[in-house]
T-cell receptor, first 118, second 117 residues
Framework: AQSVTQLDSQVPVFEEAPVELRCNYS??????LFWYVQYPNQGLQLLLK??????LVKGINGFEAEFNKSQTSFHLRKPSVHISDTAEYFC????????????????FGRGTQLTVWP | GAVVSQHPSWVICKSGTSVKIECRSL??????MFWYRQFPKQSLMLMAT?????????EQGVEKDKFLINHASLTLSTLTVTSAHPEDSSFYIC?????????????FGPGTRLTVT
């Protein structure tokens, strides 16, 4: 099975500062990696995903993430945050959906609350 | 595209009654739908996975007789909380996987806030 660790439960930053939200995973098989964002009282929205290819992935709202296979990490970054980025961010992994797979199940980290202050 | 809706967005019911929550994929066909439960300030807990036309697969510890899931079509899945009790109060979120989409790529509904009094 897969597991995801988000090392920081809360990350406070000031507006226009850079931010990095950390995510590490463990898995015995190859995985796909995702970052989702959840605004208060809403469902989750896909920010970005790594399936294959370039290890640097760009997503919506100016976010990007880098897949590091040797460190089993997929950290999320943004060079300059806005107050509107305040939300809960979830890192998630899934296996590739082949034989014996968990049929597309996502394994979530516990989430990181990003709070952007003016 | 890839919009998922849930209805209702919030519901209050009395203890002992049943509540049905609908999850619809509005602009795509969903081979698989997932139901999650989320407690305040916590991550999502997968309750069950449902495939159109077949029985749902429940996660360990989830009572299938209490949380009835029906996936009657490629665009609709329902979760019925039977004989609800206050401990069932929670935020329920569904998600859907498009046909042919990569494993793990899910589109989430806006959630349903259930309060049992």
């Amino acid at each position: 099975a897969q597991s995801v660790t988000q090392l920081d439960s809360q990350v406070p930053v000031f507006e226009e500062a850079p931010v990095e939200l950390r995510c590490n995973y463990s898995s015995s098989v190859s995985v796909y990696l995702f970052w989702y964002v959840q605004y208060p009282n809403q469902g989750l929205q896909l920010l970005l995903k790594y399936l294959s290819g370039s290890t640097l992935v760009k997503g919506i709202n100016g976010f990007e993430a880098e897949f590091n296979k040797s460190q089993t990490s997929f950290h999320l970054r943004k060079p300059s945050v806005h107050i509107s980025d305040t939300a809960e961010y979830f890192c998630a992994v899934s296996d590739h959906g082949g034989r014996g797979s968990t049929l597309g199940r996502l394994y979530f980290g516990r989430g990181t609350q990003l709070t952007v202050w003016p | 595209g890839a919009v998922v809706s849930q209805h209702p967005s919030w519901v209050i019911c009395k203890s002992g009654t049943s509540v049905k929550i609908e999850c619809r994929s509005l602009d795509f066909q969903a081979t698989t739908m997932f139901w999650y439960r989320q407690f305040p300030k916590q991550s999502l807990m997968l309750m069950a996975t449902s495939n159109e036309g077949s029985k749902a697969t429940y996660e360990q510890g989830v009572e299938k007789d209490k949380f009835l899931i029906n996936h009657a079509s490629l665009t609709l899945s329902t979760l019925t909380v039977t004989s609800a009790h206050p401990e069932d109060s929670s935020f329920y979120i569904c998600s859907a996987r498009k046909q042919g989409a990569p494993s793990g790529e899910q589109y989430f509904g806006p959630g349903t806030r259930l309060t049992v009094t």
